[in-house]
T-cell receptor
Framework: GENVEQHPSTLSVQEGDSAVIKCTYS??????FPWYKQELGKGPQLIID?????GEKKDQRIAVTLNKTAKHFSLHITETQPEDSAVYFC?????????????FGKGTMLLVSP | DVKVTQSSRYLVKRTGEKVFLECVQD?????MFWYRQDPGLGLRLIYF???????EKGDIPEGYSVSREKKERFSLILESASTNQTSMYLC?????????????FGDGTRLSIL
């Protein structure tokens, strides 16, 4: 089955800095890679995703890049703000099957200091 | 907005008890999921259901069962609770269409088994 590795496990940055979280996956058939953000006391929420036919996707201050050859994808957050502090999970799956499930990484706790 | 409601935020039970965790969603989603979240281990899938009365084992089903008698409700059952089942449990629902549809999570039930 799929295995997703996520690094780092914790990341501390100053407000205004950039943050990068990296994930690798094992199953070359995986073609859909979402990122979820979990704020304290809440359930995870989808923030951005990327499909395997795209190398990069941006949404305001967040972007995701995908390197299919290396089986590697990353989340980039620019101009970090204290409200970006949360746990971030990457995931991988097959997007075409109605019965597919997500395999999540172990999560990264991002702390943004004012 | 999709709302996924987990019946309890905190629950304390004793070893050997039969424990029921309840989850209700209000968007008529066909797919529902139960995860457990542990520090350093991320989100691990216990069971999922693609429709009423349907269930599929996830990655860590041992010691758990599920029930889905109505579309909006998905219950996780610990047949005989053990201390190693102390964890945060997250329920999620998803519209039809496979993994391209986002999973909507509840805010979790923190279960302690004494």
């Amino acid at each position: 089955g799929e295995n997703v590795e996520q690094h780092p496990s914790t990341l501390s940055v100053q407000e205004g800095d950039s943050a990068v979280i990296k994930c690798t996956y094992s199953d070359s058939a995986s073609n859909y890679f979402p990122w979820y953000k979990q704020e304290l006391g809440k359930g995870p929420q989808l923030i951005i995703d990327i499909r395997s036919n795209v190398g990069e996707k941006k949404d305001q201050r967040i972007a995701v890049t995908l390197n299919k050859t290396a089986k590697h994808f990353s989340l980039h957050i620019t101009e970090t703000q204290p409200e970006d502090s949360a746990v971030y999970f990457c995931a991988a799956s097959l997007m075409n099957s109605g019965y597919s499930t997500l395999t999540f990484g172990k999560g990264t706790m991002l702390l943004v200091s004012p | 907005d999709v709302k996924v409601t987990q019946s309890s935020r905190y629950l304390v039970k004793r070893t050997g008890e039969k424990v029921f965790l309840e989850c209700v969603q209000d968007m008529d989603h066909e797919n529902m999921f139960w995860y457990r979240q542990d520090p350093g281990l991320g989100l691990r899938l216990i069971y999922f259901s693609y429709d009423v009365k349907m269930k599929e084992k996830g990655d860590i089903p041992e010691g758990y069962s599920v029930s889905r008698e109505k579309k909006e409700r998905f219950s996780l059952i610990l047949e005989s609770a053990s201390t190693n089942q102390t964890s945060m449990y997250l329920c999620a629902s998803r519209a039809p269409g496979g993994t391209l549809q986002p999973q909507h999570f509840g805010d979790g039930t923190r279960l302690s088994i004494l």
